[in-house]
T-cell receptor
Framework: GQQLNQSPQSMFIQEGEDVSMNCTSSSIFNTWLWYKQDPGEGPVLLIALYKAGELTSNGRLTAQFGITRKDSFLNISASIPSDVGIYFCAGRSGTNAGKSTFGDGTTLTVKP | NAGVTQTPKFQVLKTGQSMTLQCAQDMNHEYMSWYRQDPGMGLRLIHYSVGAGITDQGEVPNGYNVSRSTTEDFPLRLLSAAPSQTSVYFC??????????FGQGTRLTVV
């Protein structure tokens, strides 16, 4: 089946630093998604990307849909302690939003 | 508006027992899905539904059954629990215009 490689697996950064994480796929996707999961909670959508080359921001978060349609990255600028959590990329090739393939996640720790 | 509600939040089963994980959504979404999340891994799709009366298998369907008799509910049944089914289970709902909303999860331990 489709596989996503998400990196890095974990990051330890100082408050105020910028963060970058990415996902690559063996297949072409027509949608890329970035979710954040807090402990004991379900994932929450941060950014959705629907077009190759698209660059979208949500506050301090910026994500891009790779031009090859096989990759995406997420940047977080000026990190703060509440950015701590697990960030997942997800992709899909169809229109059913409930049928996405998820990466293994990037665990972010922010030191005050 | 509660969103996606999963019950129970925690459950311990003995090997061989059966149980049903409940999922309900109040957003009138067409699509509903069940994922499992194992430590250090992303979510893997178990089963999904594109509408009442329609279900299909995802990536890891073995050992699980689903049905969708109403738009609101999408229960997941474990027929004979095994330790390999110890995991956190997430239900999600969506429609053509929205991405998936997830419930808070059910943490299942099979001993």
């Amino acid at each position: 089946g489709q596989q996503l490689n998400q990196s890095p697996q974990s990051m330890f950064i100082q408050e105020g630093e910028d963060v970058s994480m990415n996902c690559t796929s063996s297949s072409i996707f027509n949608t890329w998604l970035w979710y954040k999961q807090d402990p004991g909670e379900g994932p929450v959508l941060l950014i959705a990307l629907y077009k190759a080359g698209e660059l979208t921001s949500n506050g301090r978060l910026t994500a891009q849909f790779g031009i090859t349609r096989k990759d995406s990255f997420l940047n977080i600028s000026a990190s703060i302690p509440s950015d701590v959590g697990i960030y997942f990329c997800a992709g899909r090739s169809g229109t059913n939003a409930g049928k996405s393939t998820f990466g293994d996640g990037t665990t972010l720790t922010v030191k005050p | 508006n509660a969103g996606v509600t999963q019950t129970p939040k925690f459950q311990v089963l003995k090997t061989g027992q059966s149980m049903t994980l409940q999922c309900a959504q109040d957003m009138n979404h067409e699509y509903m899905s069940w994922y499992r999340q194992d430590p250090g891994m992303g979510l893997r799709l178990i089963h999904y539904s594109v509408g009442a009366g329609i279900t299909d298998q995802g990536e890891v369907p073995n050992g699980y059954n689903v049905s969708r008799s109403t738009t609101e509910d999408f229960p997941l049944r474990l027929l004979s629990a095994a330790p390999s089914q110890t995991s956190v289970y997430f239900c999600a709902s969506s429609n053509r215009d929205t991405e998936a909303f997830f419930g808070q999860g059910t943490r299942l331990t099979v001993v």
